[in-house]
C-alpha cells in the first residue's frame, strides 16, 4: 500500500522552529517530486515548499520563502521540511504528497497524499 506519513507538527510559539518529517513507502520514491502543502480553517490549500525527484531543485512560494526549507533523504525515503520564525498565520495542517518526478504548485497533478501534521504557532 501507498503511504506518506507526516509527522513533526505541534504547538510553538512565534518564531519558534519546527521540523517536519514525511515518510513514503509503496511507490518508487526517488521517481517522485515531493511537496509540502497547509491548509489553515476555512482557507484554500496551498503550496508550502517541493524537491524534486531529479536534480533535488527546490521550489518555495513567497509565505515560506526564506523561512523554510526543504530536503530528501532517498536513502530513508523522507522528506524534511524545517520551518523556521514561524508566525501565527502558518498556522494550519500540513500535507506531503507525490508527484511524478517534477514539482508544480498546482495540487491537481499529485498522486499521492498523506495525513497530515498540525502545526499551531501561537502569538
Known amino acids: 500500500d501507498v503511504q506518506l506519513q507526516a509527522s513533526g507538527g505541534g504547538l510553538v510559539q512565534a518564531g519558534g522552529s519546527l521540523r517536519l518529517s514525511c515518510v513514503a513507502s509503496g511507490f518508487a520514491f526517488n521517481d517522485y517530486a515531493i511537496g509540502w502543502f497547509r491548509q489553515a480553517p476555512g482557507k484554500e490549500r496551498e503550496g508550502v515548499s517541493c524537491?524534486?525527484?531529479?536534480?533535488?531543485?527546490?521550489y518555495y512560494p513567497a509565505s515560506g520563502r526564506g523561512r523554510f526549507t526543504i530536503s530528501r533523504d532517498d536513502a530513508k525515503n523522507t522528506v524534511y521540511l524545517q520551518m523556521n520564525s514561524l508566525k501565527p498565520e502558518d498556522t494550519a495542517v500540513y500535507y506531503c504528497?507525490?508527484?511524478?518526478?517534477?514539482?508544480?504548485?498546482?495540487?491537481?497533478?499529485?498522486?499521492?497524499w498523506g495525513q497530515g501534521t498540525l502545526v499551531t504557532v501561537s502569538s
Open positions: 524537491i524534486s525527484s531529479t536534480d533535488g531543485s527546490t
Open positions: 504528497a507525490a508527484v511524478w518526478r517534477a514539482c508544480t504548485v498546482r495540487s491537481d497533478p499529485y498522486d499521492y
